[in-house]
């Protein structure tokens, strides 16, 4: 029924030329960086000034990949650790050949669907839709871990839309670990090798003109950048006038 509605709001979407109905804005970056923060405050201006604008999650969540996500707990492959009161999870499934080579598909099947309908669905309603975290951030785990190839990253990339504006917040190793460690956080949050993470995304950056925003400056300053930004890119497509 999902898959239907998607393609039911493909086909029936208003054509204007060439030009996409909506506009899409992702924002990318390692845990603490600030991402979600940028997106919320984003989406306010947006709004207030009369953009419709929506917000969307691209994260991990698993619903089908539950069941292999058990799967490999009960095989010991996953590791909960309390740190400071926090509970974070590590899983290392590179001993285990089979399930390395499943894992990118196994979390795909949540990721894709649900990439699909929260970013594609509003943007054929010619919405501005600003996504806290999208596919960069998917081929950003899978590609450290040495688990996506060229085709596997080339699919990904070809099932879902481009965006219009991408955002990198870049954030030092040290910071990112401190606001990790901030109590209140929604989610369990996984141990990685953050310095790691960090250059796959700035090569990422690189290869799909991602904007890299220091996320260690001043948050008000990031938030101005960001809009001014984004007004420039909605103005040049046509869907805002300054």
Same mark, same amino acid.
């Given at each position: 029924?999902?898959?239907?509605?998607?393609?039911?709001?493909?086909?029936?979407?208003?054509?204007?030329?060439?030009?996409?109905?909506?506009?899409?804005?992702?924002?990318?970056?390692?845990?603490?960086?600030?991402?979600?923060?940028?997106?919320?405050?984003?989406?306010?201006?947006?709004?207030?000034?009369?953009?419709?604008?929506?917000?969307?999650?691209?994260?991990?969540?698993?619903?089908?990949?539950?069941?292999?996500?058990? *799967?490999?707990?009960?095989?010991?492959?996953?590791?909960?650790?309390?740190?400071?009161?926090?509970?974070?999870?590590?899983?290392?499934?590179?001993?285990?050949?089979?399930?390395?080579?499943?894992?990118?598909?196994?979390?795909?099947?949540?990721?894709?669907?649900?990439?699909?309908?929260?970013?594609?669905?509003?943007?054929?309603?010619?919405?501005?839709?600003?996504?806290?975290?999208?596919?960069?951030?998917?081929?950003?785990?899978?590609?450290?871990?040495? *688990?996506?190839?060229?085709?596997?990253?080339?699919?990904?990339?070809?099932?879902?839309?481009?965006?219009?504006?991408?955002?990198?917040?870049?954030?030092?190793?040290?910071?990112?670990?401190?606001?990790?460690?901030?109590?209140?956080?929604?989610?369990?949050?996984?141990?990685?090798?953050?310095?790691?993470?960090?250059?796959?995304?700035?090569?990422?950056?690189?290869?799909?003109?991602?904007?890299?925003?220091?996320?260690?400056?001043?948050?008000?300053?990031?938030?101005?950048?960001?809009?001014?930004?984004?007004?420039?890119?909605?103005?040049?497509?046509?869907?805002?006038?300054?």
């Amino acid at each position: 029924m999902v898959m239907t509605q998607v393609m039911d709001d493909i086909r029936t979407a208003p054509q204007e030329g060439h030009r996409r109905s909506g506009f899409l804005i992702t924002f990318s970056g390692v845990d603490g960086s600030g991402k979600s923060s940028q997106v919320v405050s984003l989406q306010r201006t947006l709004s207030l000034r009369g953009i419709p604008a929506v917000r969307a999650w691209g994260g991990n969540k698993p619903t089908l990949s539950y069941p292999f996500l058990a *799967l490999i707990r009960l095989l010991g492959y996953t590791q909960r650790k309390r740190i400071q009161g926090l509970v974070f999870v590590q899983r290392d499934i590179s001993r285990n050949r089979a399930i390395s080579r499943l894992w990118p598909i196994i979390l795909a099947l949540d990721f894709v669907p649900k990439a699909l309908v929260s970013v594609t669905i509003p943007l054929h309603r010619r919405k501005v839709v600003i996504c806290d975290r999208y596919v960069y951030d998917f081929i950003a785990e899978l590609s450290q871990e040495r *688990l996506l190839g060229i085709r596997g990253r080339r699919i990904l990339l070809g099932l879902l839309p481009r965006p219009n504006l991408a955002f990198l917040m870049d954030v030092d190793v040290e910071l990112a670990w401190k606001r990790a460690l901030i109590p209140g956080r929604a989610r369990e949050q996984p141990i990685y090798d953050l310095s790691g993470r960090r250059r796959t995304y700035l090569q990422l950056s690189k290869q799909f003109r991602m904007v890299v925003v220091d996320g260690g400056k001043d948050a008000a300053y990031n938030r101005s950048l960001v809009l001014d930004r984004t007004l420039d890119e909605l103005a040049m497509s046509g869907l805002y006038t300054r």
